[in-house]
């Protein structure tokens, strides 16, 4: 008995490293497909992949595995999010990769159902439990922008504006010096505008503001990573996010366990806002980022011109108030 326990030990101590495609077909769906029965986790819906073998790159990987379960190649890879995930009976790292540029046209070559999707309809199909980080990685846009000072409502809203025009679709509104009440005023009229783009607004708060109909999600201070998941799940309604400031592996850890959708990361470099504090460096943000179990933005003296930079250090983008706020 307890030789079995000890082999059933080092079977979920065993690391499977999986290479696992996001496809985007050129319309902007993603490709799913359905599990075969007689597989782990048969009968739900996964990104096509399967096992690196030894002597493979990922890329390589993910084009042997796309053409022998569907028939077909990709040229294009961005690296989307690596998560670590165990399961009572094997523990998974899922190397996950937003691919596109297709050859060929995509057949269940095991008999497996396929099916191309909007990102939205993500939500509504049954993955694997590991699969939840990574479907918030294609849900979230690469830019997080968090609002920084604003002397009159018109400047605020004027701001906001031209960063929707610009592109930005995630938005913090933070504005600490204001009682809540024109607080929620002010975040009212920005969800308004926020709306025509499907942009979402996060507010800065306790979990009770889940409650208002009109919430895109809140964004948590480290400090509150302490309330139990359990107070959030009371709240929250399907489509809503949950986000938490985090600046080391400690309160990484703590967003995780309070079940946070996303995190921002910082101060990855030195910031004009905090001059005397030590910021952490590219190498240790790759560390804690490639480690995290939820989708991470990178937060501090980054500019929008980084996003790829932080991609490819295995983060969801950049986050930032003074590279979004000041400029034009
Ligand atoms: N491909 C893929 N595997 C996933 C996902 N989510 C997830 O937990 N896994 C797990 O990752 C592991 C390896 O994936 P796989 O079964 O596709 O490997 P494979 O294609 O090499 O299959 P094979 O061993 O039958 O040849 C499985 O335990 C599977 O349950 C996902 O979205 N896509
Ligand atoms: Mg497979």
Redesign the pocket.
Known sequence: MAKKQQSDQKQSDYV?H?A?AVIRGDDGRILVAR?PDD???GGLW??????VEPDEDLKEALNR?LME?LDITVSTFQPLITIQ?Q?PE?T?L?DTWLVSGVNGTPKGNEGQEVQWVEADGLTGLD?????EP?VNAVLLPGQYMVTGLFSSAAELIEKVSRQLENGLRLIQFRAPWLQEKPYLHLARELHHLCQPFNAKLLLKGDPELLQETWCDGIHLRSDQLSIPASEWKRYRRKGQWLAASCHNEEQLRAAEVAGMDFVTLSPVRPTKSHPGRLSMGHERATELTLCSRVPVYWLGGLGRSDESLAIDCGAQGVAGIGAFWLTH
């Open positions: 499977v999986v696992v599990r597989k782990h986790m996964e990104f096509p992949g399967g096992k595995e379960e995930h399961y094997k998974v899922l993955f694997p439990p590991a699969n990574i």
